[in-house]
């Protein structure tokens, strides 16, 4: 690690333990449950892991927390990878919780033999009930005094699916009394005649979280497993199994997960979002998924530099969206290639320029030469913002107007002689005069414009369609908000412009291009473009229109 930078407080630990000798080299793991696709949220986590472990020499693995049979498919397992991957992590090993499944059954046995667990009758309202509260002890179930040797039949008769969906569970014993709710005899097993996407129908009993995750991570030797805040109470379950278990000492540390601003994190409400068809998909430009992201044009390194910048926290917070897009500007304004497309055109006549005359011009890719120089074809007609004329010029107003003149970009200074309305009052165009002297890069004419605009050559243009995203809610935490957070969403998250005037070397824009549109916003191409029909995404805005950045 490098001197002036200061480390987190997982750092911290890390270099502590290596440098006590407490671990050779480190292991941690990323575990995702295969329900759903990954959002910003677990690329911080992902960060997190693959960063530290990179950073210390030491390994990550990627394991599927998949002991809940019912809410997880092959299809997200393959989207969790590609994302990884995407993000620019690779692991060291592809485990699945659903491997442990054997082992972590001959666990369970012996803690039975142990007199550590017991196997309830009780129903889960009776067991709730005789939980307690947090102010409250807890009783015991009348069948915690159950014998060693019939608890073991009893699971085995589970495990060989004698007994229904919930008739029976396998218990921790451990205090029904303790001050940690988490500590009253724990369900470790439960009984679920469900499919499995990888162990099929070998199982009908399932791990759960509690003892399978702890355990997983010490069948891997994974020696720092960090987790969110919400899981500190279950540390003590944690240590207490690895302690009976006598396996592999893993530690879990917590830190704050991340919550952003307008938007909602919880893979539960993003599933509703896309099942309810608020959005077009997991992948929806506007989701707070990695694959969403990706299609919007987010580029990897900025979700990177994103979660380097929020840091590790240790209390909970919510990051302004903000922060997000400007590191997506940071990135693209170095690499994204320059270009001009009109979104909302009026069309400018040079009525001093020869009919039928075309040249081409060039003009600069982006800010660093080295991204080179393209051809611009240029003639008598051209479409312009509508925006970029005023009929009634404002005080300190630069772009067209009755007499006013502006440099075209990269090519000439117009003036503007006169305009015409269509009978609705609309402007339908606008005639101006070309100095063919004031040439960019060859300008001999003396005069001197303020402005600059954009444009695009009428009989050179080509269309696509250009989507506009805006943020998916509202409201800065619709989680925090009274009712349902879907109340929140903004009706206005996508505008689309179905012809927009491109300049035509975008025709050739491929997959992983990225553009700034000159004066418009950062945009890629989305993959529901054809050979036939264009379709960009804004990416991000030029500037942050929402309000002031906090870094
Ligand atoms: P969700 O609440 O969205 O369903 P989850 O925690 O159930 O998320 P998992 O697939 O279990 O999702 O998460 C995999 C890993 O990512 C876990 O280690 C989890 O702590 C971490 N993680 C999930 N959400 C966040 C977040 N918002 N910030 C940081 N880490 C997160
Ligand atoms: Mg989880």
């Not at 690690?1 to 407080?9: A, I, P, R, T, V």
């Not at 509260?133 to 004698?162: Q, W």
């Not at 540390?235 to 917590?254: A, G, K, M």
């Not at 990706?294 to 590790?312: A, D, H, M, Q, W």
Request: aromatic share 12%; proline share 4%; hydrophobic share 35%.
């Amino acid at each position: 690690m490098s001197e002036e930078k200061s480390l987190n407080f997982l750092e911290e630990i890390v270099e502590t333990d290596l440098k006590n000798g407490k671990y050779k080299s480190i292991i941690t793991r990323f575990p995702p449950e295969p329900n759903g696709y990954l959002h910003i949220g677990h690329a911080k986590s992902i960060c997190l892991n693959f960063g530290l472990a990179k950073d210390y020499g030491g390994r990550t693995n990627l394991r599927f927390d998949d002991t809940n049979p019912v809410t997880e498919d092959t299809e997200y397992v393959e989207s969790i990878k590609e994302d990884i991957n995407w993000l620019g992590f690779d692991w060291s090993n592809e485990f699945y919780a659903s491997d442990y499944f054997d082992q972590l059954f001959i666990h369970a046995v012996t803690l039975i033999n142990k007199g550590l667990a017991y196997v309830d009758d009780s129903s889960a309202e009776e067991i709730a009930r005789l939980k307690g509260t947090p102010t409250e002890v807890g009783k015991d179930s009348t069948y915690r005094s159950r014998s060693i040797a019939e608890n073991i039949v009893l699971f085995n008769e589970m495990k060989e699916g004698k007994y229904k969906d919930g008739e029976k569970v396998l218990r921790a014993k451990i205090d029904m009394s303790h001050t940690n709710m988490l500590m009253r005899d724990p369900i470790i097993y439960r009984i679920k005649h469900a499919h499995h996407h990888r162990t099929g129908d070998k199982w009908c009993i399932y791990p759960m979280y509690d003892f399978a995750h702890g355990q997983s991570d010490s069948i891997e030797n994974i020696t720092h497993s960090i987790c969110t805040l919400e899981f500190i109470p279950h540390r003590e379950l944690y240590d207490w199994l690895i302690y009976q278990l006598e396996t592999f000492p893993s530690h879990q540390y917590e830190f704050a997960r991340l919550n952003m601003t307008y938007t909602v994190m919880s893979k539960r409400k993003l599933l509703q979002l896309v099942n309810e068809e608020h959005v077009s998909g997991w992948d929806d430009p506007r989701m707070p998924t990695i694959c969403g992201f990706r299609r919007k044009g987010y580029t990897p390194l900025s979700i990177r530099n994103f979660c380097e910048k929020i840091g590790v926290a240790k209390r909970e917070n919510l990051i302004d969206l903000s922060l997000l897009e400007f590191c997506v500007r940071e990135d693209l304004n170095e690499t994204a290639k320059r270009v001009m497309v009109v979104l909302d055109p009026i069309k400018l006549i040079i009525t001093n320029y020869e009919e039928g005359k075309t040249e081409e011009l060039h003009s600069e890719n982006g800010p660093d030469e080295t991204m080179g120089s393209r051809a611009l074809p240029f003639g008598r007609e051209l479409w312009i913002e509508r925006e970029d004329f005023m009929e009634e010029p404002a005080k300190k107003w630069f772009r067209l107007a009755p007499g006013a003149a502006v440099r075209l970009k990269s090519a000439y200074i117009v003036k503007c002689e006169s305009f015409e309305k269509d009978d609705f009052g609309k402007i339908i165009s606008i005639h101006c005069s070309y100095f063919p002297d004031s040439k960019s890069g060859n300008d001999t004419s003396g005069i001197a414009v303020k402005g600059t605009i954009h444009w695009v050559s009428v009989a050179h243009a080509k269309t696509a369609e250009v989507r506009l995203y805006d943020r998916l809610f509202q409201v800065e935490n619709p989680s925090a908000e009274e009712g349902d957070f879907k109340e929140y969403i903004n009706p206005n998250s996508l505008e689309i412009i179905s012809q927009a005037f491109i300049e035509p070397s975008l025709e050739k824009a491929a997959k992983d291009d990225r553009f700034q549109f000159i004066r418009k916003g950062y945009f890629c191409l989305d993959k529901d473009a054809t050979a036939d029909k264009l379709v960009f995404n804004r990416t991000v805005t030029l500037k942050d229109a929402w309000g002031k950045m906090k870094i």
